[in-house]
T-cell receptor, first 114, second 110 residues
Framework: KAGVTQTPRYLIKTRGQQVTLSCSPI?????VSWYQQTPGQGLQFLFE???????NKGNFPGRFSGRQFSNSRSEMNVSTLELGDSALYLC?????????????FGSGTQLSVL | DAKTTQPNSMESNEEEPVHLPCNHS???????IHWYRQLPSQGPEYVIH???SNVNNRMASLAIAEDRKSSTLILHRATLRDAAVYYC???????????FGQGTELSVKP
């Protein structure tokens, strides 16, 4: 079974641009959640999608958004990029959701904002 | 929001047990306790999770205090491959929002 796939692996953008990151979950998994990891703030929860619906959201500004498609693939978008958005963005999938299941993480997308 | 507190780093000798502590004094009754570990340039890897009772699996054991305000991840015999950053995480049962601790960097000496 293929693992969680995130594309692209690396991305360089400039301030003010927008970016879209992609996450393909493990086959059969309907829940996809997104996380931001920085040296200063550590790992922080962004949002979680299940069957195309956002079920929960972390404490991030509205510039961070996401969506999930009918095949469970998910994208997250960051608009009007700021220097502080430079981070490793991770997604994870599970069958029903994070609370009582193990999550399978991808290797992440490393975003650098110049 | 609830939060978790972990020591920044710990050191262990190979083939000895390791006890990684985590405080989560503001945990609510339905929050699950998860542990993941992360190697450099990789996404986190699941270790174990539980709600109230102690849990065992192939990788580790999770000991949860009776009042649930703290927990301990136990690696029974540390190997060099266990060197990683270990995260103690609270997962809200409602909606699955995860709250991460800052992580404990475990180093294992041969």
């Amino acid at each position: 079974k293929a693992g969680v796939t995130q594309t692209p692996r690396y991305l360089i953008k400039t301030r003010g641009q927008q970016v879209t990151l992609s996450c393909s979950p493990i086959s059969g998994h309907r829940s996809v959640s997104w996380y931001q990891q920085t040296p200063g703030q550590g790992l922080q929860f962004l949002f979680e999608y299940f069957s195309e619906t956002q079920r929960n959201k972390g404490n991030f500004p509205g510039r961070f958004s996401g969506r999930q498609f009918s095949n469970s693939r998910s994208e997250m978008n960051v608009s009007t990029l700021e220097l502080g958005d430079s981070a490793l963005y991770l997604c994870a999938s599970s069958q029903m959701g994070p609370s009582n299941e193990k999550l399978f993480f991808g290797s992440g997308t490393q975003l650098s904002v110049l | 929001d609830a939060k978790t507190t972990q020591p920044n780093s710990m050191e262990s000798n190979e083939e000895e047990p390791v006890h990684l502590p985590c405080n989560h004094s503001t945990i609510s009754g339905t929050d699950y306790i998860h542990w993941y570990r992360q190697l450099p340039s990789q996404g986190p890897e699941y270790v174990i999770h539980g709600l109230t009772s102690n849990v065992n699996n192939r990788m580790a054991s999770l000991a949860i205090a009776e009042d649930r305000k703290s927990s301990t991840l136990i690696l029974h015999r540390a190997t060099l491959r266990d060197a990683a950053v270990y995260y103690c995480i609270l997962c809200y049962n409602q909606g699955g929002k995860l709250i991460f601790g800052q992580g404990t960097e475990l180093s294992v000496k041969p």
